[in-house]
């Protein structure tokens, strides 16, 4: 399949809280690739000044969902809140 859709989300998360934020992405990257509809990639990206979570999906649609799925919901959100030192940017784009 086709990436037709990312959702990206970025994070300011301190470099002392980093570690944990990366345990978050790897204990879930693989159920998101293999559960949720859509899904076809998920890169974690660095920056000094913030974390980058950039997710390829089929539609934006399916993009729009993942951010109300119980995965989302109730793990990955929860595990990365505490780390947050400012709300986090969440953007979906269509791919031209």
Do not use: C
């Not at 990312?6 to 992405?25: C, F, G, S, W």
């Not at 949720?36 to 729009?64: C, M, N, W, Y």
Request: net charge negative; proline share 5%; glycine share 4%.
């Amino acid at each position: 399949m086709k990436v037709n859709a990312y959702l990206e989300i970025t994070m300011k998360i301190d470099e002392a809280n980093r570690p944990a934020a990366v345990k978050v992405y790897t204990d879930y990257r693989g159920p998101f690739l293999q559960t949720i509809p859509g899904a076809l990639t998920k890169d974690l990206l660095v920056r000094e000044e913030d974390v980058q979570v950039l997710h390829g999906f089929d539609s934006t649609e399916h993009a729009q969902a993942y951010l109300s799925s119980a995965m989302f919901q109730n793990d990955v959100f929860v595990g990365l809140k505490p780390l947050w030192s400012a709300d986090p940017d969440v953007k979906i784009y269509n791919v031209a």
